[in-house]
């Protein structure tokens, strides 16, 4: 049972557009939840985070929202780049465990 | 400085063969991880070592998987009697885990492409 889904596995921009890319996740322990992007034959790096506690997390193009309620998050980037293009995966974490989602292939296209 | 480094990048080895693969964190980081990214997959936690601590192995998918972590540093996952399910990218991660989790963020190696043929 998937506990973090990100159900588009691909989405493609315009360079200069926004670039939404959601997630959903089913375990209420989860307290934590962050992005990481990942290039082909790259480990993923880490990009942005979110506590529980908190709904919005803004970090200079990218912008996180948490919906605790609909245990939703969602990831935002704006200006989107062709240098963003890469896989992105939410991941949510309790204690020390990150749990993943299968990600999403992000072409932003010149 | 230098991030985690994983060896082989890539091995490609028949059916039934035992493999080692190695991880090596960055200096001084307490908390280290592997990871299983299989074709179309999401990261799949495997193990999660902590300094002196029993290490939690409730990832591993059977038997044939171990791994150990010598003198707090360096790591190897072993995969005994190989089977072509295993061939995915194996990924270790480690981190300074001081206790919040802006500490725990955990940084990736490249893993490594394991193909079982």
């Known amino acids: 049972d998937q506990q973090v889904k990100q159900n588009s596995p691909s989405l493609s921009v315009q360079e200069g557009r926004i670039s939404i890319l959601n997630c959903d996740y089913t375990n209420s322990m989860f307290d934590y939840f962050l992005w990481y992007k990942k290039y082909p034959a790259e480990g993923p790096t880490f990009l942005i985070s979110?506590?529980?506690?908190?709904d919005k997390n803004e970090d200079g193009r990218f912008t996180v929202f948490l919906n605790k309620s609909a245990k939703h998050l969602s990831l935002h980037i704006v200006p989107s780049q062709p240098g963003d293009s890469a896989v992105y995966f939410c991941?949510?974490?309790?204690?020390?465990?990150?749990?993943f989602g299968k990600g999403t292939l992000l072409t932003v296209n010149p | 400085g230098a991030g985690v480094s994983q060896s082989p990048s890539n091995k490609v080895t028949e059916k039934g063969k035992d493999v080692e693969l190695r991880c090596d964190p960055i200096?001084?980081?307490?908390?280290l991880y592997w990871y299983r990214q299989s074709l179309g997959q999401g990261l799949e936690f495997l193990i999660y070592f902590q300094g002196n601590s029993a290490p939690d192995k409730s990832g591993l998918p059977s038997d044939r998987f171990s791994a150990e972590r010598t003198g707090g540093s360096v790591s190897t996952l072993t995969i005994q009697r190989t089977q072509q399910e295993d061939s995915a990218v194996y990924l270790c991660a480690s981190s300074s885990a001081k206790g919040t989790h802006v500490d725990n963020e955990q940084f990736f190696g490249p893993g490594t492409r394991l193909t079982v043929l």
């Open positions: 979110i506590s529980s506690i908190k």
């Open positions: 991941a949510a974490s309790s204690y020390y465990k990150l749990t």
């Open positions: 200096s001084g980081h307490t908390a």
